[in-house]
């Protein structure tokens, strides 16, 4: 309970002192997990159900008129001689008074009528929920995220290449587009220039005209965009201290001196190159991977030296149901289990996720916006699955959990992640919780992650990369209470599948009486 006050207060404080408007962590964010964008998806489908039903009404009056109009264009008075003799007939002409002057007005109100008024309010009601401008952005950091995290290339994107995976989808004009002119925003000129790249290579949109009209045209500017983003690359690739102001006044300047032919030139030289050389070479100067994306990309050095093997030592539990034991350090001791969480569980976990907030903040960076990391909730109530899961973590572990303690639920999105982090903070460490500070952290894997979404200790090199009903187990804390800093973790951002974790932190307290658990050698490590 404490653990989870200090948390609420924290992004309470949070909220007041770092966004704009007032932050409200229960506002939506359909990019930050799975959850949201499934109802993202769900919202999408009611959209275009409704422009169905509208469009159904469109053709019906279309149908009506058309019959209307096949009634009486017979088509067949084409010279004044024929219609001098329709009109002379009395049938006729009375037909003829007697339509113009008692149908007509029906017909023009008939036309003047909205078509499915109905329809079109409630795709009002549906639009108020499609993502705001905040929620976009974050969606557009996330997609910059995975593509830094990894290294991944606007033109293996752009076709659906995802490292060395094909899947069967595309990035469409638009997708590209946005994203090129988001990274020129923030000032990466280099993958602003390689998506407006993209955009221009990318074959016309079916019905381009059409839809042009509508949403306006890709092309426009696109080629003057992509040049400058280029040049301004280039410029910055020279000299890495030039003054960004004075560069983006050169590439002005150069763009208003060039013709159109000039710049034409430009492009089609600059597109007459390879995707790969010419990513190759306006990224020569790019800084190379941090030890977070090298973890995340799960390139630390290879360990030789781990098992895995069955373990039946734990508990009296164990030696009925020996579980999967696989190393994943020695020291600090870090291993993880297989096959301790079941499909049903997970399937009432993720029933938990009905009140999902947006969490965790990142406290080291006061003056940024913060970061809408992933949709969390806390798993208080007491089910017989909770207990359940309580009881296996005790019969894994050999620690002593309260029914009362708290098990966090989280979900992941369109790149989002959880920065580096202690699972102790200072303050709690020096005043204590009522049990005690977090002396371990199980994770239990709930959800399939087919790329990316490691769990890194980026201190140790150590990268774990989730497994559906696995659980990972470290130590925060030395036998004594003092916290280890090699505990630093972070979650990396998912490429594909949905991210699931259980979080169980076992407290100190508690454990009082059954301390002989906590392999000895950690006490020995600590000088
Ligand atoms: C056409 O519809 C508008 C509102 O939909 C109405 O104000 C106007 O009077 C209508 N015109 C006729 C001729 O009925
Ligand atoms: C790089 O840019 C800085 C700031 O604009 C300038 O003072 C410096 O002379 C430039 N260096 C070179 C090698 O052009
Ligand atoms: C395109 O590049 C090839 C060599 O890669 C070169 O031979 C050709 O002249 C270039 N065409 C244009 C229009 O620059
Ligand atoms: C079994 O797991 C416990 C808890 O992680 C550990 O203390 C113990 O050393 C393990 N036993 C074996 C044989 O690996
Ligand atoms: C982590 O790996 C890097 C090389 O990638 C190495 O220089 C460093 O010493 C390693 N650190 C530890 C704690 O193993």
């Given at each position: ?13 949070l ?27 769900e ?25 209307f ?18 009109v ?48 976009m ?108 102001q ?19 030139a ?34 630390y ?52 996720s ?103 200790f ?6 774990v ?20 800093p ?19 932190w ?22």
């Amino acid at each position: 309970m404490q653990r989870c006050l200090n948390i609420v207060t924290a992004l309470l404080l949070l909220g007041q002192t770092i966004a704009d408007r007032p932050y409200d962590e229960h506002r939506e964010r359909y990019s930050s997990s799975t959850v949201g964008l499934l109802k993202l998806l769900e919202l999408e489908m009611q959209f275009i159900e409704n422009l169905k039903s509208y469009t159904d009404l469109l053709s019906a009056k279309a149908n009506t008129l058309q019959d209307f109009i096949d009634s009486v264009d017979r088509g067949t008075e084409k010279s004044l001689t024929e219609r001098e003799k329709y009109v002379s007939n009395p049938l006729n002409a009375f037909g003829l008074m007697r339509r113009t002057h008692q149908d007509w007005p029906k017909w023009h109100n008939y036309i003047n009528n909205t078509v499915g008024r109905g329809k079109v309010q409630s795709l009002d009601d549906i639009l108020a929920k499609a993502p705001d401008s905040q929620d976009m952005k974050e969606a557009l950091v996330g997609m910059q995220r995975i593509e830094r995290t990894y290294g991944l290339q606007a033109y293996d994107l752009a076709k659906g290449r995802l490292q060395d995976r094909q899947y069967d989808t595309q990035l469409s004009i638009r997708d590209c587009l946005a994203l090129g002119q988001h990274k020129f925003q923030e000032g990466d000129y280099l993958r602003a220039s390689l998506w407006y790249r993209m955009a221009l290579k990318h074959e016309p949109e079916p019905n381009a005209e059409i839809f042009n009209e509508i949403l306006g045209d890709p092309l426009k500017d696109l080629k003057r965009n992509y040049a400058k983003a280029t040049i301004i690359n280039g410029l910055m690739a020279g000299n890495r201290s030039a003054n960004i102001q004075e560069v983006l006044d050169i590439t002005e300047e150069a763009m208003l001196k060039s013709s159109p032919a000039e710049l034409d030139a430009l492009i089609t030289e600059l597109l007459n190159q390879s995707d790969d050389e010419m990513a190759r070479e306006m990224s020569a100067s790019e800084p190379s991977p941090t030890p977070y994306e090298i973890g995340c990309r799960g390139l630390y050095p290879k360990r030789t030296n781990l098992v895995c093997r069955y373990n039946s030592s734990t508990t009296p539990f164990l030696r009925l149901a020996p579980l999967k034991m696989e190393e994943v350090n020695h020291d600090p001791y870090i291993v993880m289990y297989h096959e301790v969480l079941f499909d049903g569980e997970i399937e009432e976990l993720k029933k938990q996720s009905k009140n999902m907030i947006n969490g965790f903040p990142e406290p080291q960076q006061e003056n940024k916006i913060r970061q809408v990391i992933a949709r969390h909730a806390w798993w208080w109530e007491q089910t017989p699955t909770r207990a359940r899961i309580y009881q296996r973590i005790t019969d894994i572990t050999g620690f002593r959990l309260f029914a009362e303690e708290e098990l966090n639920v989280a979900n992941y999105g369109l790149g989002t992640v959880f920065g580096p982090h202690y699972d102790y903070t200072p303050e709690n460490y020096e005043t204590g919780w009522f049990l005690g500070g977090p002396l371990v952290t199980i994770i239990l894997y709930a959800g399939d992650v087919a790329q990316g979404g490691a769990t890194i200790f980026p201190l140790i090199n150590i990268t774990v990369f989730p497994r559906k009903g696995s659980a990972l187990f470290w130590f925060n804390l030395f036998d004594d209470g003092e916290p280890d800093p090699r505990s630093l973790h972070s979650s990396c951002p998912v490429i594909v599948g949905d991210r699931w974790i259980l979080s169980k932190w076992i407290h100190m307290v508690p454990q009082m009486f059954i301390m002989p658990c906590i392999p000895r050698k950690l006490l020995s490590q600590k000088e």
